[in-house]
């Protein structure tokens, strides 16, 4: 993700020599000692920055191993790092487990900085309106388009959103990190959610609730960076029954989701268990289309999924097949799934929009005729398409 690939220093392919072993636990020891020293003596930003840089030289040729057993010591430095290199910092991180650091260990202060550039991003595209700037692509000045992280200065995004009696300058400071840094905030954040261990804890305490209002918000506002992979990966269900209606056959089937990040990876598992299984009629997929719904990698050849339902929630809305599980309802504690007919035939290109994470679904048990007729008298009926589509 961030750093160089492995070098060959001591004559074995891949792996570091002792001394460099021991040089990226000095270098993560002296930057320890930085930020405890920046606590003591605000003006240390120069010996922080230097053990920052040794840092990432050290980081960049370490194998897995070293870079693994490293990460949670650099993940917990990133409260007290400073804002602007924090992030730099986070991205060594997200390294880290990329590289098999216990992304549980690493992840608290990543998702926390993840929220912070967020706000601060969010802030900023509020304050550039008020002072006079348009959004991204609004026509006017060029001076009205909101910063270029890549090419404007920041300093001179903070005095202008900085202005006297409307902002003080810690909070400008804070906006302006935020624009500046949440592209690395991202790829940071990307790394830990890969991880269903990080997803399903930062679900049960509501943090991924938090950061994907954060992500729409943004997203609505600004294309400066493309945060739907996150996004769905905020979203995505791990351990997750869900309870599938069949309307023309009048049956019921309990299944679980894991790992599934979007409605045609669901679509095409949905047809392999039920169809494939032979609980309901039709054609069962292509094997190697379901085996990039759940674990693999696309190699440049392209396979067609071939659709065999319309996805519709109890209510009678359609869920469409470019959304995400999350989209399907709970109904009496179960996402709930009504499967009908298709209106037209549908196709997509088979794989996982998010391709770090194996998905998979399972058939659980199927539900007594009884109970399946009982669940679709509940039901209402699909909207037509016409409605559907507003």
Sequence with gaps: MVLDPHSAQDGRPGGPSDSQQSALVEAVASLEAAVTGLAADPDGGERFDAALRRLGGQLGPADDEE??????????LLLDTPVFPRAHLAMMVGACVERGADPVACADGVLAGLREALSGALLLIDRWAETGGGGE????????????????????????IAEP??????????????WWTLGLWQRASFAVC???????AARGSGVSAVLAELVDRYRERSERHDLKGLRYLLATLD???????????????????DGLTDNFQLHTLLIEELVGGGHLPGTRPDPEVVALSRTRWLDGRRFIATGAFNLVAPDGR????????????????????ILDPQPYERSWAA????????????????????????????????????????
């Design 239 to 257: 351990d997750e029954p869900l309870l599938v209606l069949h309307r023309p056959t009048g049956t019921g089937y309990l299944l679980r989701m």
């Design 194 to 200: 890969s991880h269903a261990a990080v997803r399903r």
């Design 318 to 337: 359609w869920i469409w097949n470019e959304g995400m599980p999350e989209d399907i309802p709970v109904v009496d504690g179960v996402r709930t799934l």
């Design 137 to 160: 692509g609004a026509a006017g000045d060029a001076g009205d388009a909101l910063p270029d992280p890549d090419e404007d200065d920041p300093g001179r995004a903070h005095a202008r």
């Design 351 to 390: 794989g996982r929009f998010v391709e770090q994470v194996p998905g998979d679904l399972r058939l659980e048990r199927v539900l007594e005729p009884a109970e399946a007729a009982a669940r679709l008298a509940a039901a209402a009926p699909a909207l037509p398409f016409d409605q559907a589509v507003r």
């Design 67 to 76: 870079s693994a057993a490293v990460g949670p010591r650099l993940a917990a």
């Design 165 to 178: 009696g409307r902002m003080d300058g810690w909070h400008a400071h804070r906006a302006v990190a935020g």
